[in-house]
């Protein structure tokens, strides 16, 4: 059975950094590409990255230079290091195991909250 | 890349039929069959219904149905349940590894 699970969520002011985590059980995500997804309180999803099989690396405009997509393949853990946060980087953060082009299966998601 | 755009809501009766259009440009609904459709109860994490438009995975009621004609994608609910009432997104590939979701449908059953 796939499970995902994030952790690394919290409160930071402006400015701060945080790495989110994400552990993978029932497939190696080494095979498979990797994405974050975020979700602001009320309002849509919104892509953030992605990291391919093949470990290229793609991020969404909002977030280009700022966050960082790695895994482990070893911990089979997919993390995303954001830095420079901002307020409207507030949002729940989810990862999903891609397949093809589509986001196959998705976390419970990770609050992150960047406020003064 | 601006998210694509989906009626804010749609509603029906128990039984009905519901559609979901989602708009997009060229650069993504129109110009790849790489749309996929999510369905998010409050407080939960999104779950994958359709993907390549028109494709169901294992699990998901022949009840909804996706289409795509030009820059638009569809979901359609046929035969409504209660535990359909959720929201949902629309989702295209974009080129160059990028991903554009829709604003989000919220479905009522009445």
């Known amino acids: 059975e796939v499970q995902l699970l994030e952790s690394g969520g919290g409160l930071v002011q402006p400015g701060e950094y945080l790495r989110l985590s994400c552990v993978a059980s029932?497939?190696?995500?080494?095979?498979?590409?990797m994405r974050w997804v975020r979700q602001a309180p009320g309002k849509g999803l919104e892509w953030v990255s992605t990291i391919g099989s093949g470990g290229g690396t793609y991020y969404a405009d909002s977030v280009k230079g700022r966050f960082t997509i790695s895994r482990d393949n070893s911990k089979n853990t997919l993390y995303l290091q954001m830095n420079s946060l901002r307020v409207d980087d507030t949002a729940v953060y989810y990862c999903?195991?891609?397949?093809?082009?589509?986001?196959?299966?998705w976390g419970q998601g990770t609050l992150v909250t960047v406020s003064s | 890349q601006s998210a694509l755009t989906q009626p804010r809501s749609v509603s029906g009766s128990p039984g009905q039929s519901v559609t979901i259009s989602c708009t997009g440009t060229s650069s993504d609904v129109g110009g790849y069959n790489y749309v996929s459709w999510y369905q998010q109860h409050p407080g939960k994490a999104p779950k994958f219904m359709i993907y390549d438009v028109s494709k169901r995975p294992s699990g998901v009621p022949d009840r909804f149905s996706g289409s795509k004609s030009g820059n638009t994608a569809s979901l359609a609910i046929s035969g409504l349940q209660a535990e359909d009432e959720a929201d949902y997104y629309c989702c295209s590939y974009a080129g160059s590894y990028t991903w554009v979701f829709g604003t989000g449908t919220k479905v009522t059953v009445l």
């Open positions: 999903a195991k891609g397949n093809g082009y589509y986001f196959e299966y």
């Open positions: 029932g497939f190696t995500i080494s095979s498979y590409a």
